[in-house]
């Protein structure tokens, strides 16, 4: 079984996703998990992983891709980015710290590069198409 050759999006200055847009990509996600009892919602993450994206990044157009290269992420990424990264220890660190870290995470993404600190962990970026 062969692995399919990642997507590179042009290397090109790309769109970077608005802060708005990355609020509302993530109350979607939230939005899409309740209206789904959360299983319809981990689900399609299953599949829209392979292409850099959440369910709501499907639907809002935008797309994780490397910091460095401009490479969409594959599955295996988002799945760490998603699953271990921003779900068990961004939970596990919230959960510590009575959801201060989720603030400052959150917030980071004011910055000029608008990357978020689990954007910063894993070396991704939101980009809109």
Do not use: C, Y
């Amino acid at each position: 079984m062969t692995e399919e050759t990642p997507e590179i999006i042009d290397l090109e200055p790309q769109p970077l996703a608005s802060v708005q847009a990355r609020l509302g990509s993530f109350l979607l996600d939230i939005g899409l998990a309740i209206v789904t009892l959360f299983v319809g919602w981990v689900i399609w993450n299953l599949f829209t992983w392979k292409t850099g994206q959440t369910p709501a990044k499907r639907i809002l157009k935008q797309v994780v891709v490397d910091a460095k290269t401009g490479e969409v992420f594959s599955w295996s990424r988002m799945a760490l980015r998603e699953f271990a990264v921003k779900g068990a220890a961004g939970n596990i660190a919230s959960g510590a710290t009575s959801g201060v870290t989720f603030v400052i995470d959150s917030l980071f993404v004011f910055r000029n590069d608008r990357r978020t600190v689990h954007d910063l962990i894993v070396g991704s970026k939101v980009i809109q198409l």
